[in-house]
């Protein structure tokens, strides 16, 4: 029998600031059984433009992505916020285009987030891997709200050996990112990035895990102005084995 | 009251600089959403109940003009005098020549929206009419002088010193922090108001068409003494009120008072109709609904028209992280937090507000609390496309996205570009693995480090095999 056939839609921030991300959802998705090939031609979603109004551009950027990436059996993205994009947005943005309206929404069908799409279509119960570490799980707006993924993170953690969960107070609120909210609004994004900040170290843990990286950047990058321990990784590194890679936001010359 | 929203920025950053602001905010998210999230729990129905409020809102904005005219027949028969208003200009004048012409010196005034929204405060002043708001925080924020910072708790900016000194000053009485002598201190004065004034104005929760019925709700009572004593009761109140029968009504009634203050129900809740009648022992001799458009007929043909549906339960900013760490003044105009980022800019006009519906990280919460269903942030980002389209972000934003996007779409020259853009940064902070400051990057340097990246890109390296 032939393996399905998965495109791994990376994501930019992936691609650009974290390819250990990507080389665990491909290691995730193969040992799941998948043929995962990655479409040299991906660059970003368009969620930037979208995000900011440029309709336009988004709309240009949607349906690159769609051709590029309609040929495979599933599209899986390490984002809850890519994912929402492709899955979500995309059959808006091109809704009223009568050449893309109906591809949009039937390559929405094959999008998915990649642990969710790990535990929900893949059946994925339990991955064999080690990460001795008290661990919080922080859930991306997106992935939450428009994915409805909530379980499936905490569900595969649990089974890692020697990790510990422990939840945060309020692990929905936003961390205050918001793509360029965060460089528009600079200090109330602060304000909501320190509300983040207190809640994890509040829970005692060494590590906090999330699924997107626009989060991660921006709750590493507040973490350490705040001289926090806490280490922060995508969710998938830990699932896929790979804290060889230092922590986001961690050099080589420390832990 | 002057449309301040385009300083956004610059009010958000003094409010977050405000240590008693931010501890008012606090009990507000506190309050407001643990209340709200114990009704919920309460009511294993009321996913179900928003479904078919929101139905019901969206079946009256498809009919409103059948639904006005039905209003309009229904509360003549009863005894109402109706007035349409296109503008708060009309508005205005509608009202104070109702005043002028009865010839009345002291207005009492519950909590109206609307009638912040056309300035009517400000214009019964003008006139020399004395005007007292009798709800509790309207009357703290009328002592005050600012305007309501939360649709139904207009005062929650405020602390209780503040409001102690306030009291103290107006009444010419000790100051008291003891919420329970506050109160009963404005009571005091509130209820010798009501049975002095010649009129008294409220606003509207609901309009219902089948019976031409106001419906007002209040914790306080207040609407009740406001509407029923003087002899002229004026609602002002706008056009997408209205709803088709009472029991509809009830069912909105009961969406609201669980998702604004977390209550099965309000404490009063008033279906007025009509003036009062032969053999009645109180009410209205003369009452008068204004039905102010003030640019919803507008909204109604235009993208964002599922605001209409909107009941003024105040969730969407009560579970808001931005309205929660910048408070209401911020906002700049009447309508504040999530609901007022979409309808400040199609009331007030986009080119006045554009800041506000960017001032969102599309975090969801509100959509996902409103008891109607609007979906506030797609509403949001329909104004932002409209700033877009006019140009109104600065230049220099605009021609980033552009020259961004042009390079996404060109994978070749996106590749080299930050292909070494992120080798460069790679090297540079491979050591410390963050930078604490980088040019161009200030907005996001400027409150956190930015980590650095691994170095070369993900498929570059796999272009050469991993």
Redesign the interface.
């Known amino acids: 029998m032939t393996r399905a056939r998965v495109g791994l839609f990376?994501t930019?921030l992936?691609?650009?600031?974290?390819?250990?991300v990507?080389?665990s959802a491909i290691e995730l998705l193969e040992r799941a059984g998948y043929a995962v090939e990655?479409p040299?031609?991906?660059?970003?979603c368009?969620q930037?433009?979208?995000?900011?109004?440029?309709?336009e551009?988004?709309a240009?950027?949607a349906r690159?992505t769609i051709a590029l990436f309609e040929p495979y059996d599933h599209v899986v993205a390490p984002s809850g916020s890519c994912a929402g994009m492709l899955k979500i947005h995309y059959p808006?943005l091109l809704a009223g285009d009568s050449a893309w309206a109906e591809r949009a929404r039937a390559f929405a069908g094959k999008v998915h987030e990649l642990v969710s799409f790990l535990v929900r279509v893949a059946g994925v119960e339990r991955i064999e891997e080690t990460c001795r570490a008290r661990v919080t799980y922080h859930d991306s707006?997106?992935g939450l709200?428009?994915l409805g993924i909530r379980d499936e993170p905490r569900r595969l953690l649990a089974g890692i050996e020697g990790l510990e969960l422990v939840e945060m107070r309020e692990p929905h609120?936003?961390c205050?990112?918001?793509?360029t909210?965060?460089?528009?609004?600079?200090?109330?994004?602060?304000?909501?990035?320190d509300?983040k900040a207190e809640d994890i170290e509040g829970t005692g843990a060494d590590m906090v895990l999330a699924g997107d990286l626009g989060c991660l950047?921006?709750i590493?990058?507040?973490l350490?102005?705040r001289n926090s321990r806490v280490q922060v990784r995508h969710v998938a590194e830990v699932l896929a084995g790979r804290l060889d890679?230092?922590p986001?936001?961690?050099?080589?010359?420390?832990g | 009251m002057e449309v301040t929203s385009l300083r956004f920025r610059e009010n958000a950053r003094r409010a977050l600089r405000d240590p008693q602001l931010a501890r008012a905010l606090r009990m507000v998210r506190e309050g407001f959403q643990q209340r709200r999230a114990q009704a919920v729990a309460n009511l294993p129905e009321f996913e179900e109940l928003r479904r078919i409020g929101a139905g019901i809102r969206d079946h009256v904005l498809e009919r409103l003009d059948l639904y006005l005219e039905a209003f309009e027949r229904r509360a003549r028969e009863a005894g109402a005098q109706i007035h349409y208003a296109l503008d708060g200009a009309e508005a205005r004048r509608i009202v104070l020549d109702l005043l002028r012409s009865r010839g009345v010196s002291l207005v009492t005034k519950s909590k109206s929206m609307v009638a912040e929204e056309i300035e009517l405060a400000e214009a019964i002043e003008a006139e020399g009419i004395r005007r007292v708001e009798t709800d509790l925080g309207e009357y703290i924020i009328q002592l005050a002088h600012e305007p309501p910072s939360h649709l139904i708790g207009p005062a929650v900016h405020m602390t209780v010193e503040r409001i102690a000194r306030l009291f103290a000053e107006a009444h010419g009485t000790e100051p008291t922090t003891d919420a329970q002598e506050l109160v009963a201190q404005a009571r005091r004065v509130l209820r010798q108001k009501y049975l002095d004034a010649e009129a008294g104005i409220t606003g509207a929760n609901f309009l219902v068409a089948e019976t031409g019925s106001v419906i007002t709700v209040t914790n306080e009572g207040n609407a009740e003494l406001t509407q029923g004593l003087p002899p002229l009761h004026i609602v002002v109140t706008s056009i997408e009120k209205l709803v088709p029968t009472m029991e509809d009504a009830f069912t909105l009634l009961r969406l609201l008072a669980r998702s604004g203050t977390g209550q099965e129900f309000a404490t009063y809740t008033t279906v007025l109709t009509g003036p009062r009648r032969e053999g009645d022992l109180d009410g209205p001799e003369e009452m008068h609904i204004v039905l102010v458009d003030n640019g919803r007929s507008r909204m109604l043909g235009s993208p964002v028209r599922p605001m209409l549906r909107c009941i003024r339960c105040s969730a969407c900013m009560n579970h808001c992280p931005v309205y929660l760490a910048v408070g209401g003044h911020a906002y700049g105009w009447t309508y504040v937090g999530p609901m007022g980022s979409v309808l400040t800019p199609a009331l007030a006009g986009i080119e006045q507000t554009w800041p506000l519906p960017e001032a969102s990280t599309f975090c969801g919460r509100c959509e996902e609390v409103c008891p109607v269903r609007i979906p506030l942030p797609g509403l949001m980002r329909v104004w932002r496309e409209e700033a877009f389209r006019r140009g109104l972000p600065p230049a220099t934003q605009r021609a980033g996205i552009r020259l961004w996007a042009f390079l996404a779409k060109r994978p070749r020259l996106y590749r080299l570009a930050f292909g070494l853009a992120v080798r460069t940064l790679g090297l540079l902070g491979r050591r410390r693995g963050r930078f604490s400051r980088l040019p161009l990057a200030s907005g996001w340097t400027s409150v956190r480090d930015l980590p650095a990246p691994q170095g070369r890109t993900f498929l570059e390296q796999l272009g050469r095999g991993r």
């Not at chain 1, 992936?14 to 250990?20: A, G, K, S």
């Not at chain 1, 930037?48 to 309709?55: C, M």
Request: aromatic share 8%; net charge negative; hydrophobic share 35%.
């Open positions: 990376a930019c992936v691609d650009l600031w974290r390819p250990v990507g080389f990655v040299a031609a991906q660059t970003c368009g930037p433009a979208y995000n900011v109004g440029d309709r551009d988004a240009d950027l690159r808006q707006c997106s709200r428009e609120l936003c205050g990112f918001g793509g909210f965060c460089v528009k609004y600079p200090e109330i994004s602060e304000r909501m990035v509300e950047l921006n590493a990058g507040r350490a102005r890679v230092p986001i936001g961690r050099g080589e010359g420390e």
